[in-house]
């Protein structure tokens, strides 16, 4: 890698061309809606369409488009794999996260009995929830909950610590929360359920999109995350150890040649996938550090460099917009907010208004063509513990590598029109 220039949104946001997108009037709109879903870049879209036309067909045919078709998978898992820092067909696609952990969770029950524990946090999206949930009372295993510590929407460290014992067979947590921003010691985790004997399965759905995973440092037995975070198409994506991917798989047809992969597979996304994280690479070799690549090389290396460079803008502009949300009077921002502990969270921003509901806010936002969502975005258990149900949850505002600090000075001065005006 070269030495980088300085991070340039302006040019980043020329490759997406739904940033253009105007209101009636010609005001733009402020994709501020991230954590749901990100826009894409020219090339996601033109490497989706260009499968239809150099590559629709099934996989294993001996013609043109089915080894076609098979360049373009090969292509995908080597992708992924460099994204997460990944061994050798270690990632498997599916059709997004969720479909992917009910399937891992109904896998890993083979190995367990009536009685073993299962730990989640109170953080969790539904997602890293409900399936081991259901799990517990299909099978008669007990779950355990980890509290969020409401002052500063952290895990509880030390609860989730005291319920781990020789009954734990699964630690399943987030690595971020998609409700307010936290990341969590994902490590530190991982690490204490393998002192007890248990598996480990991470939720990077949210940590994916803001900073560098590197599932082989952090010992991670499952690990699933989503593409469509990340600039992508709507897919999901699983990482396991290949010893256990071996060991668990099992819910297959008899001919498929992959124990995780069921069916026929959106080749046309595994595509887009690609030129997803292709993008997270030329980030890094435009703008990111050099030395922020290291250990890794290649295009693994670029991708952390990359999403270094990603997580300091994010930081700039979500410090940006902390400071003024905490300016403006009835407003209360979630989560962790002092600027020393930046790092231990991303720029997904949540927060109340004294003034106004979460739905008016976001509905006065939309009106003016700045998008964010309000409620709990399935994060049932997180919204709960800070009760926040009753009224209506949060108001979400998700800043990723394209947003700007025009588009958050834009936020701020509608809030504050709000505000004055109740």
């Not at 081991?132 to 969020?148: I, N, P, T």
């Not at 460290?157 to 971020?176: E, F, N, Q, Y």
């Not at 046309?268 to 030329?282: C, G, N, P, R, V």
Request: include cysteine.
């Amino acid at each position: 890698m070269s030495p980088r220039r300085p991070y340039d949104v302006a040019a980043i946001r020329a490759l997406f061309p739904a940033l253009a997108r105007t209101l009636p009037d010609g005001r733009p709109l402020a994709f501020l809606d991230g954590p749901a879903g990100t826009q894409v870049p020219q090339a996601v879209i033109d490497a989706y369409r260009d499968f239809f036309v150099q590559a629709n067909a099934n996989s294993g045919g001996d013609f043109p488009t089915s080894r076609a078709q098979a360049a373009v998978e090969d292509a995908a898992h080597r992708a992924a794999e460099d994204l997460l820092n990944a061994p050798k067909e270690t990632v498997k696609f599916g059709a997004n996260m969720t479909t992917l952990n009910f399937q891992l969770s109904r896998s890993l029950a083979r190995s367990m009995k009536p009685g073993d524990e299962v730990v989640v946090t109170l953080l969790d999206h539904d997602a890293n929830y409900n399936p081991w949930r259901l799990l517990a009372e299909d099978h008669g295993f007990l779950l355990r909950e980890a509290r969020v510590r409401a002052e500063d929407g952290t895990v509880d460290m030390d609860h989730l610590r005291s319920l781990l014992g020789p009954r734990t067979k699964i630690v399943a947590t987030g690595m971020s929360s998609n409700a307010i921003g936290t990341i969590n010691p994902s490590a530190e985790i991982v690490a204490a359920a393998h002192e007890v004997g248990a598996l480990s399965v991470l939720d990077a759905v949210c940590s994916a999109p803001h900073y560098p995973i590197d599932v082989q440092a952090l010992n991670a037995d499952f690990l699933l995350c989503s593409p469509y975070k990340f600039y992508g198409p709507h897919a999901g994506l699983l990482y396991g150890r290949l010893e256990l991917l071996e060991r668990y798989g099992r819910y297959k047809v008899r001919p498929a040649h992959d124990q995780w992969e069921t069916g026929t597979a959106s080749y046309e996304s595994q595509a887009a996938t690609t030129a997803a994280i292709d993008y997270l690479a030329w980030v890094g070799r435009e703008f990111g550090d050099p030395a922020d690549a290291a250990p890794l090389s290649g295009r693994r290396g670029e991708i952390r460099a990359g999403l270094k460079a990603i997580t300091a803008y994010e930081r700039t502009i979500a410090r940006r917009l902390i400071d003024g949300l905490q300016a403006i009077p009835g407003v209360k921002v979630w989560g962790i907010t002092a600027p020393e502990r930046a790092a231990e969270r991303t720029s997904i921003v949540s927060f109340n208004a004294a003034f106004a509901t979460p739905d008016t806010i976001a509905a006065h936002l939309g009106a003016e063509g700045i998008q964010v969502w309000s409620g709990d975005f399935y994060a049932v258990n997180a919204i709960e513990s800070l009760n926040l149900t009753a009224s209506g949850g949060v108001v979400r505002v998700g800043l990723m590598s394209y947003n700007t600090a025009e588009e958050v000075d834009r936020l701020l001065a509608s809030l504050t029109t709000l505000a004055t005006s109740r």
